[in-house]
């Protein structure tokens, strides 16, 4: 059956599907079982029923699922498979496969691991031990003979790697495994890409004895590789490769990616028809180039389509110039030596091996440093000064360094960046007036924006720019009068850099500072290498360890156990499993390593010329299902809603009318259609509106304080004008305007919204459930605070073991909660300083203390004011009865007295409820500004 | 579903004799009419108004040579010289057959009756029995005994109905005579004509009939619906309905027509025609029974009881 991909393990028994009208005929003809009655008076009955019986019809969808039900027997008698796989027992003593893990294989590994499963499965079958290979392994991976078993927990153990295969080496562990096991089968899970070596493979082998060749490979090896990014002067080109076989046509896009892995820009590459190789290019600016560290190609998961560039980050190559030859005898006085050490962490430095000029910079532009030094050169010899000025609009950057010799040269416009006053400056001596200039702020457009400037650093000599139009664009670095220190300008594509002091610290400070360093690894940074670096020289560094690897799927990722460190040799070193692609060295300067090479080509595998009999496969994943059981399972479910059927139509409705049988067919007809399509079917329309929802918005639209509803009017309509008072107070005193007070009820109401919930207790009122109680310690827990007011500072009793009744309430609420350590305020808390200065919190009664979370085990600090501590209490006590200090009626009239009558009693109390607002409100910020001195100092101001 | 009619088995007759005693308590004694049975010539106790065999005094006469000493009257000889012999007056007793269809149309109880027509009809019987035992009658079952006249009758008819495993189809009639009644309780399900032609005899000798169908109430209205198969449990033929509902009507007009049928050839010839249904009580039949018996009035019946 090539139209369904379905096949039959006994298709003799579809002819059983002719007896389908027979059945159908019989199912017709037969009426369904009538009612048994005995019935006396049957002769008279029989003298009415006149006509003959005709045969009662049973419906023709009863008839239809019946017949259903024979078909769907008959077809699972017959044994069908559905997606059925050829059996691929290759036969003889053994089944070998060699399969290929390098990075081609890895879009589609799992496909290929379905593929070989199978084979194992069929070696399984047949009994027959497996040998298992594969290409881009260690060559000391054991290739078996493993059991069915032992093969697939290898299988699974594999993952595709990024490196080229070696099928070479896995044909000799599957040949020596191989020996002795008679006329082997052998699968080849090829990855679809010819290597140099597949010659060598086929001979192998051959030699081994092989009685029959599984050969599998990708439909169309269609996977891209980027051979080459190159930042060119003014473009990044980026090539890419595809195989021979892939010809039709076809657009990709490459992005480019800096060292985080954000994108930065990406480039289109079309592929013309039958075209082996494209180029695509981004043009963006230079320096954001200059930040690309690694190309992908979108789509393509594999570690060829990923290609890390080491162009921004590689150790630059370095030149030092200097003129004066005798200065190398004293290090501290040589002009290169503090350039030396700046640039040695950073830079591979080259020196001249002559003192000549006109030798030296030719040698040593032909290294291909990315940047030239040049201390205190004056004028060069005109066929040298060509030679570096070539090199500059090539793209170097030349850093020169004033001097005498500079001084005293002939201003020289194509290798300074600015015109020059002949002579230099001094500021500063014994006969000046001028001090010592300092460094001051670099300038935002330069390159050194964002270092800090050198303060400690101060100049005494410099050369001098003519002042012109644009002097302050290329002034990188400003002495404090506003004399440019550093200049720089671009010169074809390269730059040039000028230091207007020396590179020893004779002229000023300047190389014996940190800013040094960091300004000299900035140009270094931004300048471009010239030249790859061939390992020909003597290099400073062997080997570099792995920094960034391509994952076999393409991705970035720190580097494997098993990788290691890159020995630079004199050629190109191969990309092997223990040198896996990536970037090697460090933090400060990286090589890439990358799969393919700039003529890599990819070539499609080909089956060898054998003559052994030959199996083409495709990897595909096991879809084989054996339909038997699902066809079977249909049949006894239809048998089931048959009989439900005929049990219905024999009599459980049967005294009903007519019209309800039918109307009962049809609702068992739409539940199963509704039960089919009840899934698809769930759109309404949503309205998240809830009940609450106003009241949520008008307390969360506020600051509001809540008070506990007790369910006694008289507390109640205390704690309400107590906290309309505070607040009123709050508004008078305070930028804080609170809203309405908000009574809850804690049984039901939501208390997330409020600050402070203020909690008369009161021992007459009921006793709040559990639920309530585990409610308000969430809120407790989750940042509210609830402030319990026994209101009995003088109810209690004269003893101090006595409890009020109000304290046993107290107590017994508190009994099932997570309560903290708690501690009167003591003197240094922010409690008493967050708004006024206070050291008691009086309420209508005075002397009760403000009981709140301890502080721990926090050493007051006699000079600190303040304790610190983070978080505010979840919890404050008092008996001091507040509410009935803070109330007031509509005419600010206070509705109660305190307790003793004094009218500072009724002010402090209402500052101790500002303070506990401001508290809640603002946290320990107030304690924090016990360092406002320290920071004020810290401002220099 | 269950079937709404249901086969019964053979009613035990011991049952059904304790269920007739209660039956019979409930009417009062019966008294025969006897007008119908003035010339009959056997004893009973309805006097004759003249000489023969009988337990009550009519006469003493003068002993004529030849008769058993046995019956002087010595106690009436001591008085004269003349040895009398006392003669008592002739008392005539009814002889009332009774006859329970066996036949296995009987065996059939419906959903909606409380007993089965077979049980109902011997209790229907037995009761008769005994009623007229009571008040001195003789009662017979043709076949199973000769007409008997004792005081538990009922007790030994059934006795002899269980002696007797199968009873016959038909009774044997030949034996009845003129002027005895019969009762006759049966469900009357075999064709009308067949009915008559085995009762004609009894018409053409004079005797009087009571005819009691026993009807089940699933019989009379029909409540089949659907596609039923209905089983004749005398012959075991059967017969499919596709719709049975639709045949309600018809057989309803049909069965109504046989027992009217029925009924007006037995109020013809004076007989008595009582419909007793099996969901109904059964003394509501013996009433009528007892009425039609005592009252020549209630034989213009033939209604339902």
Do not use: C
């Not at chain 2, 045949?247 to 007793?276: I, M, P, Q």
Request: glycine share 8%.
């Amino acid at each position: 059956m090539t139209w369904l991909p379905l096949s039959f393990g006994a298709p003799m028994v579809l002819a059983g599907l002719v007896v389908l009208p027979v059945i159908w005929w019989l199912l017709r003809m037969t009426p369904p079982k009538p009612q048994m009655e005995i019935f006396p008076p049957l002769r008279i009955l029989a003298s009415v029923l006149k006509r003959e019986e005709t045969p009662h019809q049973s419906p023709w969808w009863l008839t239809l699922l019946r017949l259903v039900m024979a078909t769907l027997i008959i077809l699972a008698l017959a044994d069908p498979v559905l997606n059925p796989r050829e059996r691929m027992a290759a036969g003889g003593g053994a089944t070998a496969i060699l399969m290929d893990n390098g990075w081609a294989s890895a879009s589609d590994w799992q496909v290929r691991v379905a593929t070989a499963e199978r084979l194992i499965a069929d070696a399984e079958a047949s009994g027959v031990p497996v040998i298992l290979a594969f290409s881009a392994e260690e060559a000391n991976e054991p290739a078996g003979p493993f059991d069915a078993a032992a093969a697939r927990d290898r299988l699974n153990a594999a993952a595709p790697r990024p490196v080229p295969v070696d099928r070479v080496a896995a044909a000799e562990r599957i040949a020596s495994a191989l020996e002795g096991l008679p006329a082997p089968g052998l699968a080849l899970l090829t990855d679809g890409l010819a290597a140099d070596e597949d010659e060598a493979v086929w001979q192998i082998f051959a030699d081994s004895g092989i009685g029959r060749l599984i050969w599998a490979q990708p439909d169309q090896p269609t996977m891209l590789g980027l051979t080459g990014g190159d930042n060119l002067a003014d473009v990044f080109a980026v090539t890419a490769i595809r195989p021979q076989s892939d010809t039709a046509p076809r657009d990709v896009t490459v992005g480019a990616y800096d060292d985080r892995g954000r994108r930065l820009a990406d480039a289109a590459i079309s592929f013309a028809t039958g075209e082996m190789e494209a180029r695509g290019e981004i043009r963006v600016p230079f320096e954001l180039r200059n930040d690309f560290s690694s190309l992908s190609i979108d789509g393509e998961m594999h570690a060829a389509a990923t290609r890390v560039l080491d162009e921004s980050r590689r150790r630059r190559r370095v030149a030092l110039i200097s003129q004066a030859e005798g200065d190398q005898a004293q290090p501290l006085l040589s002009p290169l030596h503090y350039i030396n050490r700046a640039l040695e962490p950073y830079a591979d430095i080259v020196s001249a091996s002559s003192p000549d000029l006109a030798e030296a910079i030719p040698e040593l532009i032909e290294q291909g440093p990315a940047v030239i030094v040049m201390a205190d050169v004056g004028t060069l010899p005109s066929a040298a000064r060509r030679a570096v000025i070539d090199w500059v609009e090539g793209g170097g950057t030349l850093v020169r360094f004033a001097g005498s010799r500079l001084a005293a040269a002939e201003n020289d416009p194509d290798l300074l960046p600015v015109r020059l006053r002949l002579g230099e400056r001094a500021l500063g001596g014994t006969l000046s007036w001028t001090e010592p200039q300092a460094v001051s702020e670099f300038p935002p457009s330069g390159p050194f924006a964002d270092l800090s400037p050198p303060s400690e650093v101060t100049v005494t000599r410099q050369v001098l720019a003519e002042p012109s139009a644009d002097i302050v664009d290329r002034t990188w670095a400003n002495l404090a009068d506003g004399t440019p220190l550093v200049t720089g300008d671009r010169r074809g594509d390269g730059t040039l850099v000028l230091f207007h002091v020396t590179p020893e610290a004779t002229w000023s400070n300047l190389p014996i500072s940190g800013s040094f360093v960091e300004m000299l690894r900035r140009i270094v940074q931004i300048s471009r290498n010239q030249a790859v670096v061939d390992a020909s020289g003597e290099e400073r560094r062997a080997s570099l360890p792995p920094y960034r690897m391509i994952s076999a799927n393409g991705t970035l990722v720190p580097p494997s156990p098993d990788a290691r460190p890159l020995e630079i040799s004199g050629s190109t070193q191969s990309v092997t499993l223990r040198n896996p692609p990536g970037l090697y060295g460090t933090d400060d300067g990286v090589i890439a390593h990358n799969l393919l090479g700039p003529d890599s080509q990819l070539a499609a595998i080909d089956v060898p010329q054998t003559e052994l009999p030959v199996t083409r496969i495709a990897y595909a994943f096991d879809e084989q299902q054996d339909l038997r059981g699902p066809l079977l399972a249909a049949a006894v479910a239809l048998m089931i809603l048959d009989s439900l059927i005929v049990l219905w139509m024999g009599g459980l409705l049967r005294r009903r009318p007519r019209l309800a049988g039918r109307s009962a067919g049809v609702a068992v007809f739409v539940l199963a259609v509704g039960s089919v399509l009840a899934p698809g079917t769930g759109l309404a329309q949503f309205d998240d509106a809830r009940p609450g929802d106003d009241e949520a918005i008008a307390a969360i639209s506020e600051t509001r304080i809540a008070y506990v509803i007790t369910g006694d009017s008289s507390i109640d309509s205390i704690s309400r004008a107590g906290i309309a008072g505070l607040s009123r107070f709050l508004t008078d005193k305070t930028a804080l305007e609170p809203g309405q007070p908000s009574g809850v009820d804690i049984e039901t109401d939501e208390l997330s919204f409020y600050p402070l919930i203020y909690w008369p207790v009161d021992e007459a009122t009921q006793m709040p459930s559990d639920e309530a109680l585990s409610r308000i310690d969430a809120y407790m827990q989750q940042g509210g605070t609830v402030l319990f007011d026994t209101r009995d500072q003088y109810g209690a009793g004269l003893f101090d073991g006595a409890a009020s009744p109000g304290t046993m309430r107290l107590r017994e609420i508190l009994s099932g909660m997570n309560v903290p350590p708690l501690e009167p305020v003591p003197d240094d808390h922010v409690l008493t300083k967050t708004f006024y200065i206070l050291h008691e919190f009086p309420g209508r009664y005075a002397g009760g203390p403000l009981w709140v979370e301890a502080m721990g085990d926090g050493e007051a600090d006699p000079e600190r004011p303040v304790r610190q501590g983070d978080g505010v209490t979840p919890i404050m006590i008092t008996a001091n009865d507040f509410a009935g200090a803070w109330a007031e009626d509509a005419n600010r009239r206070p509705m109660l007295p305190t307790v003793p009558s004094d009218p500072m009693q009724r002010e402090f109390a209402m500052r101790a409820g500002v303070n506990i607002m401001m508290y809640m409100l603002t946290g320990n910020y107030k304690s924090d500004q016990v360092h406002v001195p320290a920071i004020l100092e810290r401002l220099g101001q | 579903m269950a079937a709404i009619g249901e086969a019964t088995s053979r009613v035990a007759t011991r049952e059904a004799l304790g269920r007739a005693r209660q039956r019979a308590s409930l009417v009062p004694d019966l008294l025969v009419d006897a007008r119908r049975v003035v010339n009959t010539v056997i004893a009973g106790w309805h006097g004759r108004r003249k000489r023969g065999i009988g337990e009550n005094f009519w006469q003493f006469r003068p002993y004529v040579e030849g008769e058993a000493l046995s019956r002087i009257d010595w106690r009436r000889s001591a008085r004269d010289d003349h040895t009398y012999v006392r003669d008592r007056e002739w008392e005539a007793a009814h002889t009332v057959w009774l006859w329970a269809d066996p036949s296995p149309s009987m065996l059939y109880k419906s959903a909606a009756a409380t007993v089965s027509k077979d049980s109902r009809a011997l209790v229907l019987i037995l009761a008769l029995a005994e009623l007229l035992s009571r008040s001195g009658e003789r009662i017979a079952w043709p076949g199973l005994t000769d007409p008997i006249s004792t005081r538990n009758g009922a007790e030994r008819l059934a006795s002899l109905l269980l002696q007797t495993p199968v009873p016959a189809a038909r009774p044997e009639l030949s034996q009845i005579k003129r002027y005895s009644d019969m009762i006759i309780a049966s469900d009357f399900l075999d064709p009308v004509e067949d009915t008559l032609a085995w009762l004609a005899p009894l018409a053409e000798r004079g005797v009087r009939a009571h005819l009691i169908e026993i009807a089940d109430p699933a019989e009379e209205n029909f409540p089949y619906s659907g596609r039923t198969e209905f089983r004749d449990p005398e012959s075991g033929l059967r017969l499919t309905a596709g719709r049975a509902e639709t045949l309600a009507d018809d057989y309803r007009r049909v069965y109504a027509a046989r027992r009217h049928e029925l009924s007006s050839w037995a109020r013809k010839r004076g007989w008595s025609f009582t419909v007793n249904h099996t969901d109904r009580l059964a003394s509501e039949a013996l009433v009528r029974i007892h009425g039609a018996m005592f009252n020549q009035a209630a034989f213009a019946g033939g209604g339902r009881a």
